[in-house]
Nanobody
């Protein structure tokens, strides 16, 4: 199983980025997907979650209304569209697959990508 996160970079406050999480080696359409982020010296925090069929999505309060999670089951890829970015969004962003537990608990996910750095300048 492989999850490859990409799309991070340096952006000014107010800008946008679209993260992708390409997967292989798993039945993607059967796996809920999540995005988490981790800033230096902090714990890994929940960002967004989408159910296996894309019918339901959940967001951290800090990103609600600015970020959108989506998925393409035919292409085995999940996305995180990030708009109106602020410096506090600076972190390494991780995608994760599968869930046995609460969607906002990192321990509930069985497979993780390597992370992609997002840096928002003020």
């Amino acid at each position: 199983v492989q999850l490859q996160a990409s799309g991070g970079g340096l952006v000014q406050a107010g800008g946008s980025l679209r993260l992708s999480c390409a997967t292989s080696g798993l039945a993607f359409y059967r796996h809920p997907m999540g995005w988490f982020r981790q800033a230096p010296g902090k714990e890994r925090d929940f960002v967004a979650h989408i159910t296996d069929n894309g019918g339901s999505t959940y967001y951290a309060d800090s990103v609600k209304g600015r970020f959108t999670i989506s998925r393409d089951n035919a292409g085995n890829t999940a996305y995180l569209q990030m708009n109106s970015l602020v410096p506090e969004d600076t972190a390494v962003y991780y995608c994760a697959a599968g869930r046995r537990g609460h969607y906002n608990d990192p321990r509930a996910y069985g497979h993780w990508g390597q992370g992609t750095q997002v840096t928002v300048s003020s």
